[in-house]
C-alpha cells in the first residue's frame, strides 16, 4: 500500500529547487543548512541541542540579531518481510503502520520539521521547533511542537548557562548513525519533557555539565514520576572531550543519571494509551555511558544505557546495548556515509516471550547537493517486543527484514 504517492514527485521538486540561501540573505532573516542538518536531524544532534547552538553562535555560523529558519522533510518508502503474520518490530515505526500478513510497504513523510532560531543578544538564545508527521502515535498530534525553549548564557564570556522550555532531556547521546532507523538505546530512553524543565549547566575546556529539573507526572517519553511538584524528577549529564588523542583522532566520552523512567510500574504507562491498570509502582530510574571515537572520516560509538531496579512489568532491569561504525567518503563526488549498526535490548529473564530484541542495520546515505540527500538501508530485527503489554503480546521467535529507501532535505 502507497501512503503517500506524492512522496516521490515532492522530492524530486526538491532537489529542483536553488539553494535557499540564494533567497534568504538578507540582514534580518537567514537559513545555515550546515547548522539545519544537525538541530532538525533525528539522527545527529538529540540530546544536547544547547552545545549546537552555543558552538553556532561561537563559529559565526550564526550571526546575533538575525532570526534563523530552519526546516526539515524526510520521506522513506519502507518495504518489511516477517516471518510471523503481523509482526514488524522494525525501531522507530508506528503501531498503526502495517499489521497484517507477512509483508508490508508503504511510503510515508516520517517527519517535516519547521524551527526557528534567534539570539537578540550574545547572552540570550530562543529556539522553538514544530513537527508533523504522517503516522502519529496513538493519542498524539501529527502537528507537534517538539521543542521551545530560551537559553540564557554565553560559554565565550562565562562558563554557566541556564535552558528553560519544553525540549529533549539532556540525558544519554542517542545519536544514530544510520539515515533512519532508530538505535536501541534511543528507543527505549530518550526523554522528551512535555511540561517545561529546567537544564542548568557548565561548560568549559571540553567539559560539558548539566542538571535538567524535570516536573513530576508522564512525560512525552521515559520520564515519569508520580509526585506532580517542579521538583520531582531530575537528570545529570557530563561530557568530556579529553586534549590527547589517540590513534590521532579524537575522543568524547559521557554519562549521565535519569532519577525516575516509565520502567516503574507493572503496565507501560504511556500517553494516550491504558491497556492495562497500573497496581504496582516504585520509582526506577536510569544510569548511561557512552564512548565516541573519530579519526578522519570515520567514527564509532559505543552506548550502555540500564534501569537503576527491576521493572514490575518484567521482574528484569532493562538493558540497551549499542554498537555502531560509520565512514564518510566520496561517491561520483557526492559527500556519502555508509554505517552499520548493532543493538540489543535485555528486558526479561531467560525464557520469556520478552527477554531480548536485537536489530542490525546497514545503510548508505549520500547528499546530491549540501542540503539534499538520497538514501538507502537494510534492517535486521529478531523479536517482537511491544513496550505496551509487553508480558502479553512478545513473542521471541520472530524475524524480520526491511529494505528502506528514502530521502530528506534541509533548508
Not at 558552538?55 to 530552519?70: F, I, P
Not at 540570550?124 to 514544530?130: E, I, K, L, S, T
Not at 530560551?150 to 539532556?170: D, M, Q
Amino acid at each position: 500500500m502507497a501512503r503517500s504517492p506524492s512522496l516521490p514527485v515532492a522530492l524530486a521538486l526538491l532537489s529542483a529547487l536553488p539553494a535557499p540561501a540564494e533567497f534568504l540573505t538578507n540582514p534580518y532573516l537567514g537559513t545555515d543548512v550546515e547548522y539545519s542538518r544537525d538541530v532538525l536531524s533525528w539522527q545527529r544532534v538529540v540530546t544536547n541541542k544547547t552545545e549546537r547552538i552555543f558552538a553556532a553562535y561561537a563559529g559565526e555560523e550564526l550571526d546575533v540579531g538575525k532570526l534563523y529558519l530552519s526546516g526539515h522533510l524526510s520521506g522513506t518508502y519502507y518495504a518489511e518481510e516477517t516471518d510471523t503474520d503481523g509482526k514488524f518490530p522494525l525501531l522507530g515505526r508506528f503501531p498503526g503502520q502495517h499489521t497484517k500478513g507477512d509483508r508490508g510497504s508503504e511510503a510515508v513523510i516520517d517527519n517535516a520539521d519547521l524551527a526557528v532560531t534567534y539570539a537578540p543578544v550574545s547572552l540570550v538564545q530562543f529556539f522553538v521547533h514544530g513537527v508533523y508527521t504522517e503516522l502519529e502515535f496513538p493519542g498524539q498530534d501529527q502537528y507537534q511542537m517538539r521543542e521551545a525553549f530560551a537559553t540564557i548564557g554565553n560559554p565565550e564570556v562565562f562558563p554557566l548557562y541556564a535552558s528553560f522550555g519544553r525540549k529533549t532531556v539532556n540525558f544519554g547521546n542517542y545519536q544514530s548513525y544510520n539515515p533512519t532507523v532508530h538505535t536501541v538505546n534511543n528507543h527505549f530512553f530518550r526523554t522528551d519533557s512535555d511540561d517545561p524543565v529546567l537544564e542548568l549547566g557548565y561548560v568549559d575546556h571540553g567539559l560539558v555539565a548539566a542538571i535538567t529539573i524535570i516536573p513530576g507526572g508522564r512525560h512525552l517519553r521515559v520520564a515519569d514520576a508520580r509526585d506532580s511538584n517542579f521538583f520531582s524528577n531530575f537528570a545529570a549529564s557530563l561530557t568530556w572531550s579529553p586534549d590527547w588523542t589517540p590513534a590521532g583522532g579524537s575522543v568524547k566520552l559521557g554519562a549521565g543519571y535519569l532519577y525516575s523512567t516509565i520502567y516503574d510500574s507493572d503496565a507501560a504507562n504511556h500517553p494516550g494509551m491504558n491497556p492495562d491498570p497500573l497496581t504496582e509502582w516504585h520509582r526506577n530510574g536510569a544510569v548511561n555511558t557512552w564512548a565516541e571515537f573519530r579519526k578522519g572520516g570515520f567514527s564509532a560509538m559505543a552506548e550502555y544505557t540500564r534501569t537503576e531496579r527491576q521493572w514490575p512489568a518484567t521482574g528484569a532491569h532493562v538493558h540497551a546495548i549499542g554498537l555502531q561504525a560509520a565512514q564518510d567518503f566520496v561517491l561520483w563526488g557526492n559527500p556519502t556515509r555508509g554505517a552499520v549498526s548493532y543493538g540489543r535490548g535485555i528486558q526479561g529473564d531467560d525464557g520469556t516471550e520478552f527477554s531480548t530484541l536485537d536489530q542490525l542495520a546497514a545503510g548508505v546515505e549520500m547528499w546530491l547537493c549540501p542540503w539534499f540527500a538520497v538514501n538507502v538501508e537494510y534492517v535486521y530485527n529478531q523479536s517482537f517486543v511491544p513496550l505496551i503489554m509487553i508480558s502479553r503480546a512478545s513473542i521471541d521467535d520472530v524475524n524480520t527484514h526491511s529494505l528502506l529507501v528514502g530521502g530528506k532535505a534541509f533548508f
